[in-house]
């Protein structure tokens, strides 16, 4: 079997905890090299993980011997380097949010219609198991109509997490990061919400604000820190999304769907990724050991092999887009937000 030779830009966190070893531990794929604009994170990698380092991120798409490029910089960056790998008929797996605003989104979603290639975004939270049963229980008609969730994604901060570990990270940058946690986070939340739904969200409610989060200049950051949003879909599942960089108590990134017949509780508890309590029945409890790893690098070299499409389409990605740009909107203009056009 020919493998896919993957490329990967930007050689940060992520990267480090996720991407790197889940592409040189995948079947259908070989590490073709780093790069980054500090040229010794690519080489520290490239030293423990193979592949060359890349001068520039142009001489990788460059390269014809480079099927797959996989997009980790900063938020900024995301559309255009996207844009141009399209262009070069490179399969892009690009980290989240596919973009910082709704034109590079945009910009994606053209390019790709003219590519060779296919983009995918890094939605991973579609690939946990938990989720991945929550979405075959809730189509197979077992737990009825959804009726109502309630959602929280939360941590302590981006500046404990990124490479960079002050709050001069780009994260709290409004320029780089885009929306700070309403965009960062939220977006993970509302692509669930409607893979696992199977509708688009289309009305929102939200109030954001920065409440402690600062910058390098003292000054509170100029990107969102909290956000409440109530969500609704077009045949009236509503729900509340909360989204935080203040919770100094660890990580919390749960779903809990009520539905007719019972209530899946989705990476609610630490023991257990998936509770299934039904009305009047016993609870099931699956996956009590952690997940080996993320599934996005395996899901996108996959498809690259077999020629199939991509497992997260940008028109996927920009419905995400638009609802977490709808949450800036409501949070902005203290008014609720409908999303037409999209049903
Ligand atoms: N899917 C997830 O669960 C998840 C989790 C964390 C981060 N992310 C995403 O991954 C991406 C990277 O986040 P991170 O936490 O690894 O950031 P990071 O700050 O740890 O690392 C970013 C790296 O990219 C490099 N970089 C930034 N802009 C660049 C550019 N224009 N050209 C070349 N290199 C550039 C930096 O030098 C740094 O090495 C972000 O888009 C973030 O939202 C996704």
Redesign the pocket.
Known sequence: MKKARIGI????????I?HAHELAGCAWAETAGY????SE?AQSFVEQFGGKVYRE?QEMLQDPSVDGVV????????AK?SVEALQAGKYVLC???MASDLEGAQAILEAGRESKGFFMA????RFTMAHRKAKELLESGAMGRVLSFRCTLAHPG?ER????RTNS???LNKA?SGLGCIS?LGI?KCDILMHLLGEPISRVAATAGTRDKRDETGELAKVYDNAVCVLETPSGVMGTLNLSYTNYAGMENTTVYYCEKGVLRCHYYPDCALEVVMDGAETVRYFDVPQPN?G?MEAFARAIVEGRPSPVPAEEAYRAMRAVFAIEQSARTGEMVTLKGML
């Not at 790069?35 to 500090?38: C, K, L, P, S």
């Not at 890094?122 to 939270?125: E, I």
């Open positions: 830009i930007g050689c940060g966190q992520i990267v480090r996720r790069y980054d604009f500090v994170r991120y997009i980790c910089t900063a938020n900024d960056a995301h380097m980290e989240k949010p890094a939605h991973n939270q981006p997490f990124s490479v960079n990270c780009w994260y780089a960062d993970h993320s996005v």
